[in-house]
């Protein structure tokens, strides 16, 4: 089946440390996202990419950090320097188009908690 | 710049009444306009999409949205709500142009009492 594939689904992290989550996709996409959601506050964008080895900033990058040397995959580090992660983080993509109409894909999510 | 903003954090109704979950957009462009759901953990799921069509959108589970230029709105509305219907929805407004990302609104959850 098509689709997106994050994993874990269920994170846990200590303080101090880096964590890496997954995020594949068989769509063929070349649009891949990350968004972290926080209750009440909607989904926030991370990093998006377009193309493979090539990415920009979102909204809140600050901490984080991305990669994407294949196509197919978009692996989002959480690093130390980032002050309050615990969050819900999806990952998204869609193909690339002039036309904005374009629908996103939604992976099932990692729930990223430091103890 | 696009925005949108969610009217209601939370709206409840009871099963078999309609259901009205309000959206109102802002956009410097001609805009697409997108409504996603999402139950507990989960990932989102597209309900309906507005690219400058008919103003009238359909989707699915019965939900349907009206994109009104006048207002800058994009409402979602069901005629007869399901439990199953209980979950988080998000308003989501694209540029209708080049390939930026969604934007999203805070969520309206919808909780629907037996």
């Known amino acids: 089946d098509g689709g997106i594939t994050q994993s874990p689904k269920y994170l846990f992290r200590k303080e101090g440390q880096n964590v890496t989550l997954s995020c594949e996709q068989n769509?063929?996409?070349?649009?891949m996202y990350w968004y972290r959601q926080d209750p009440g506050q909607g989904l926030r964008l991370i990093y998006y990419?377009?193309?493979?080895?090539?990415?920009q900033k979102g909204d809140i990058a600050e901490g984080y950090s991305v990669s994407r040397e294949k196509k197919e995959s978009f692996p989002l580090t959480v690093t130390s320097a980032q002050k309050n992660p615990t969050a819900f983080y999806l990952c998204?993509?869609?193909?690339?188009?002039?036309?904005?109409?374009?629908?996103?894909?939604f992976g099932q999510g990692t729930r990223l908690t430091v103890v | 710049a696009q925005s949108v903003t969610q009217l209601d954090s939370h709206v409840s109704v009871s099963e078999g009444t309609p259901v009205l979950l309000r959206c109102n957009y802002s956009?410097?462009?001609?805009?697409?306009l997108f409504w996603y759901v999402q139950h507990p953990n989960k990932g989102l799921q597209l309900l309906l999409k507005?690219?400058?069509?008919?103003?009238l959108v359909k989707g699915i589970n019965g939900f349907e949205a009206e994109f009104k230029k006048s207002e800058t709105s994009f409402h979602l509305t069901k005629p007869s709500a399901h439990m199953s219907d209980a979950a988080e929805y998000f308003c989501?407004?694209?540029?209708?142009?080049?390939?930026?990302?969604?934007?999203f609104g805070k969520g309206t959850r919808l909780s629907v009492i037996a």
């Open positions: 769509l063929n996409h070349d649009a």
């Open positions: 990419s377009q193309i493979v080895n090539d990415f």
């Open positions: 956009s410097s462009y001609s805009p697409s």
């Open positions: 998204a993509s869609s193909i690339v188009s002039g036309w904005g109409g374009t629908e996103a894909f």
């Open positions: 989501v407004v694209r540029r209708n142009s080049g390939n930026t990302p969604l934007v």
């Open positions: 507005y690219t400058s069509a008919a103003t």
